[in-house]
């Protein structure tokens, strides 16, 4: 499968005007906080950033940025919230092209006002209510070359404009803040900003569209952050690119309807334990072993000696007077598995759950403990953390076994963990309790 190329743009180039540049990419909204943690990247793939919101949305945050740079996919920025990303962390990897960029990277302008302008719904093809400062700076420029606006006019213009919050920068508005001398110049202005021709952040919009797959100019270079820099993870990204609002204000990702799963299907271990175990095959047949060779490996244990304390906890008294060695093995390893592998197994078992006919109850699982917290507010204390997983542990109380191994088998790797998780169904875990009991 070819890399693929996503854009980010909305008032500054249309769709249209995207895909006659550019016919293979995915055209998609301006950019906010969490978008681009929401596709799918692979290594190669391309990311050019356009435009962004800047107050109706929480902008396109910069971590988000160096970790699709991590991940390996070029990113590049141009003409609005995009030159302004690219001027901040070009030393990262992000490629800026334009005027817009080079302005903002050599501080002959900075500030999100120069490239921010209102503008209307996505239905309407984000039709423009005010004017860029950027474009009004480029136009007075080239007026002034072309003769067309005086220089003396464009300076007065620019600095009435800059005067003003972004928000009132209207051709009107404007022109109620000039002399009737300069009125001329600006309907010039208006004019050829109108037309394409002196609107300097769609020619940097084209100008970076033109760069993709041009590998000198819009390629991001190599480099490698850790977590603990971007601040983000797979893990958090799964969860955002997960993420729907299911109901005006609420919001659910597909990874708390695994958590509903995890904390109330009494089948769940059993399907955890078969992805996790499917996982292991996979992991040991690529070295070219058996599951059993990679575990002893991997665990320190050879074939001689019994399985450690320390290992053998993981299991249940049954399961080491029962199991053959090989078998205990694997228990041990799919139950360490947050420890000892690196690989998330997260996304291997949404994928059997989305398969599964309960996925729409654990669905509608999540919706009703929003629904039941939302009506016991400021009537039932949630407790911290630890204190809410070991209350929740009286469901997987079994004879012969420990709170670990319960965890373990749902893939909670300790009590402040599973706390975290339960603390959203805390409200609804109350409610069903009182509801057995005939409250």
């Known amino acids: 499968m070819s890399p693929k190329v996503v854009v980010y743009a909305g008032p500054t180039i249309s769709r249209d005007e995207v895909l006659g540049v550019v016919p293979q990419a995915r055209v998609r909204p301006p950019a906010a906080r969490g978008d681009l943690l929401r596709e799918q990247w692979s290594r190669d793939d391309t990311a050019v950033i356009i435009d962004g919101y800047y107050r109706e949305r929480l902008s396109v945050g910069h971590k988000e940025i160096l970790w699709l740079l991590n991940e390996g996919v070029n990113v590049?920025?141009?003409?609005?919230?995009?030159?302004?990303?690219?001027?901040?962390?070009?030393?990262?990897?992000?490629?800026?092209?334009?005027?817009?960029?080079?302005?903002?990277?050599?501080?002959?302008?900075?500030?999100?006002?120069?490239?921010?302008?209102?503008?209307?719904?996505?239905?309407?093809?984000?039709p423009a209510g005010t004017v860029a400062m950027v474009n009004l700076r480029y136009g007075c420029q080239e007026g002034a070359r072309t003769d067309l606006v005086p220089a003396a006019a464009g300076e007065r213009i620019v600095q009435a404009a800059k005067a003003r919050p972004f928000t009132h920068r209207t051709w009107e508005e404007l022109a109620g803040?000039?002399?009737?001398?300069?009125?001329?110049?600006?309907?010039?202005?208006?004019?050829?900003?109108?037309?394409?021709?002196?609107?300097?952040?769609?020619?940097?919009?084209?100008?970076?569209?033109?760069?993709?797959?041009?590998?000198?100019?819009?390629?991001?270079?190599?480099?490698?952050?850790?977590?603990?820099?971007?601040?983000?993870?797979?893990?958090?990204?799964?969860?955002?690119?997960?993420?729907?609002?299911?109901?005006?204000?609420?919001?659910?990702?597909?990874?708390?309807?695994?958590?509903?799963?995890?904390?109330?299907?009494?089948?769940?271990?059993?399907?955890?334990?078969?992805?996790?175990?499917?996982?292991?095959?996979?992991?040991?047949?690529?070295?070219?072993?058996?599951?059993e060779e990679y575990v002893r490996a991997k665990l320190g244990?050879?074939?001689?000696?019994?399985?450690?304390?320390?290992?053998?906890?993981?299991?249940?008294?049954?399961?080491?007077?029962?199991?053959?060695?090989a078998e205990r093995l694997r228990l041990v390893m799919v139950r360490v598995w947050p420890v000892w592998q690196s690989a998330d197994w997260r996304p291997d078992v949404l994928a059997r759950l989305r398969e599964s006919s309960r996925w729409p109850e654990w669905s509608e699982m999540v919706a009703h403990a929003d629904e039941v917290a939302e009506q016991t507010r400021g009537r039932l204390v949630v407790p911290p953390p630890e204190l809410c997983g070991r209350l929740f542990l009286r469901h997987w109380q079994r004879r012969g076994t420990s709170a670990e191994v319960e965890m373990a088998r749902r893939g909670f790797f300790g009590m402040e963990d599973l706390g975290r998780t339960a603390t959203r169904f805390f409200a609804l875990d109350?409610?069903?309790t009182r509801a057995s009991k005939g409250h």
């Open 76 to 126: 590049i920025g141009a003409a609005s919230m995009g030159a302004l990303r690219a001027a901040e962390l070009s030393p990262y990897g992000m490629s800026g092209v334009g005027s817009v960029y080079r302005m903002y990277a050599s501080g002959e302008v900075d500030g999100d006002d120069e490239v921010a302008i209102l503008h209307g719904p996505a239905d309407r093809g984000y």
């Open 177 to 291: 803040e000039l002399g009737a001398d300069d009125h001329d110049a600006l309907r010039t202005l208006e004019r050829m900003i109108g037309t394409g021709e002196w609107d300097l952040k769609r020619l940097d919009a084209v100008s970076a569209l033109r760069a993709v797959g041009d590998r000198g100019a819009g390629a991001s270079r190599e480099w490698t952050a850790e977590a603990a820099l971007t601040g983000i993870t797979h893990y958090e990204a799964l969860r955002w690119r997960s993420t729907r609002e299911y109901a005006p204000g609420r919001w659910m990702s597909d990874l708390d309807v695994l958590n509903a799963a995890r904390l109330f299907g009494e089948d769940y271990p059993r399907l955890h334990e078969e992805v996790l175990t499917r996982r292991l095959e996979d992991i040991a047949a690529a070295q070219g072993i058996t599951v």
């Open 430 to 432: 109350v409610h069903n």
């Open 301 to 325: 244990v050879d074939e001689e000696s019994a399985l450690p304390s320390v290992l053998a906890s993981w299991l249940t008294e049954t399961e080491s007077a029962t199991l053959p060695a």
